[in-house]
């Protein structure tokens, strides 16, 4: 995680695989592709923060839920880093919202060469279904498509800023990453599952 200043503002910047939980002013900001990042907070407390994972897999069954899924279970690890994390700083499980964002499909021809689930929509389910488990409510979305996205979770009003990436663009700034991301995720999920447009939209 790298951090910036914006604006007289922290502003942190999370990559693949990691997240960040803080309190007060500040932004965190993440590129996302096939990725999804959740972002919770907890407006009593003032604590919130945001994630980026991806649900790769080898295979997928359709009709199975995706959260009780073997890839599910590395995406249940994601998630409770992030709510642990927020519980630890001072935050109540019971008071958390959410609003998710990425899943898009821009390793469409990776998963037609391997035959696979396209891994964005993987992603998007099992988000959709963690949180509707855990009964914390989900405010906005943005989940899909074949962009890429730029976001930023504004912790003054818990709004989150969104801008789409070109196709053009997020070939060159996600593609080759995601690629590579998607490969050693595979080797982290194998390990930890064998153990018990242009316009800016604000959310």
């Known amino acids: ?30 590129l996302l ?5 959740a972002c919770l907070w907890d407006e009593h407390s003032g604590i919130y923060g945001m994630n980026h994972f991806l649900l790769a897999n080898n295979r997928y069954a359709r009709e199975l839920p995706v959260i009780v899924s073997e890839v599910g279970r590395y995406g249940i690890h994601a998630m409770e880093l992030l709510i642990n994390e927020m519980l630890k700083k001072g935050a109540n499980k019971s008071r958390l919202k ?39 409510p ?21 709004s989150v800023y969104v801008k789409r990436i070109k196709q053009k663009d ?23 599952l064998e153990k018990p447009s242009e316009k800016m939209t604000i959310w």
């Open 1 to 30: 995680m790298r951090v910036s200043n914006y604006h007289g503002m922290q502003r942190f910047h999370i990559d693949p695989g990691e997240y960040c939980v803080t309190k007060g002013k500040g932004i965190i900001t993440t």
């Open 33 to 37: 592709g096939s990725c999804v990042s």
């Open 98 to 136: 959410a609003k998710v964002f990425g899943g898009g499909n821009v390793l469409y021809n990776l998963f037609q060469e391997r035959s696979l689930y396209p891994i964005g929509d993987i992603n998007n389910r099992f988000i959709v279904e963690f949180l509707k488990n855990e009964r914390i």
């Open 138 to 158: 989900l405010i906005a979305s943005d989940l899909g498509g074949n962009q890429g996205r730029v976001i930023n979770f504004v912790g003054t009003d818990y």
């Open 170 to 192: 997020s070939e060159k700034q996600l593609v080759v990453a995601e690629k590579k991301f998607f490969v050693n995720q595979l080797e982290e999920q194998s390990r930890l």
